[in-house]
């Protein structure tokens, strides 16, 4: 019987976890895991909308109260879930809170990898997509704030100038803190001109909505994006100021930034406006745990 001429060099080498076919069936194996988990990613990204709601209603309830004077004061995220943990169930709703955020923080991840809202790869779009995922790096710095405080953690409720002079110390970490102040002002401003001009209700299912409702939500919306973008904006130039005067003492957290409004003249006025645009934009967070629409692929 012939045998056949066979030559080992026309077979393909075997795969290994390192070849292109590979990577593809991870990539694959990981859409497929996220297209199953999807409804959970959804259900937990709602939970998030919900906790950052609660998160800025306390900081806002907390800083009227304080503009006018019958109890309150200015504080930040982990300043709202230490009043929150007080409270009957408290931890239970702070732990919760926890979940929700990191929910979140990883729709929020999926929703930039995938361009599941279609911002394409302009050079806004990218900006867009960038930004989705530092709403994730936000949702995770408030989860920490909350387990902080559920777990018992010492320390005051002073983190961004706590690392802020960590960074300094780094090599070109002056650098570093002015580059981040930067992109907070800039995030700010964005927030500003959403809250100003933009479509505030773009991404909102109200075909439900009575329509004075959704007139509502609207002003809601805008209130509420423009007090967090001043907020920030403060929480930015004071990043970029500290990294100027090589000192982590200037940088400023929201407590820090609702202070400084209370400083100026006729600040009791400027920081009850702003802490009811931040009530404002805790309500719009609760509208968006409702509402939004949040999609994984």
């Given amino acids: 019987m012939p045998v056949a001429n066979v030559n080992p060099r026309v077979h393909p080498p075997p795969m290994t976890a390192s070849t292109p076919g590979n990577s593809e069936t991870l990539a694959s194996e990981i859409e497929d895991a996220v297209d199953s988990a999807g409804p ?144 907070i002002a800039g995030y700010s401003l964005f927030q500003l001109y959403k809250g100003l001009a933009g479509n505030v209700t773009r991404h909102l299912e109200l075909w439900s909505v009575k329509e004075k409702w959704q007139v509502r939500f609207e002003r809601i919306a805008r209130f509420g994006l423009v007090a967090r973008g001043l907020v920030f904006l403060v929480v930015g130039w004071f990043m970029i100021a500290t990294a100027m005067k090589f000192t982590g003492d200037s940088a400023r957290d929201i407590d820090g930034a609702l202070d400084t409004f209370a400083a100026r003249q006729y600040g009791a006025a400027l920081l009850s406006v702003v802490a009811f645009g931040l009530v404002s934009y805790g309500l719009l967070q609760l509208i968006n745990a409702r509402w939004r629409r949040v999609e994984v692929n």
Avoid: C
């Avoid at 998030?48 to 800025?56: D, E, H, I, M, N």
């Avoid at 709403?135 to 777990?151: E, F, T």
């Fill in 40 to 183: 959970w990613i959804i259900r937990l990204a709602r939970v998030g909308y919900a906790s950052k709601g609660l998160v800025y209603l306390v900081i806002g309830v907390m800083a009227a109260l304080a503009a006018i004077g019958i109890g309150g004061g200015t504080t930040d995220g982990r300043g709202a879930f230490t009043a929150i943990v007080a409270q009957p169930f408290g931890r239970t709703i702070v732990a919760t809170s926890i979940v929700g955020l990191l929910g979140y923080a990883l729709w929020r991840v999926i929703s930039a990898l995938r361009d599941t809202e279609h911002r394409g790869r302009s050079a806004k779009g990218i900006a867009l997509r960038v930004g989705q995922a530092g709403s994730a790096v936000l949702a995770i710095a408030i989860a920490v704030q909350a387990w902080r405080v559920i777990s018992g953690s010492p320390g005051e409720s002073r983190a961004i100038e706590e690392w802020t002079r960590r960074l300094m110390a780094a090599p070109a970490g002056r650098w570093m803190v002015a580059l981040i102040g930067a992109g």
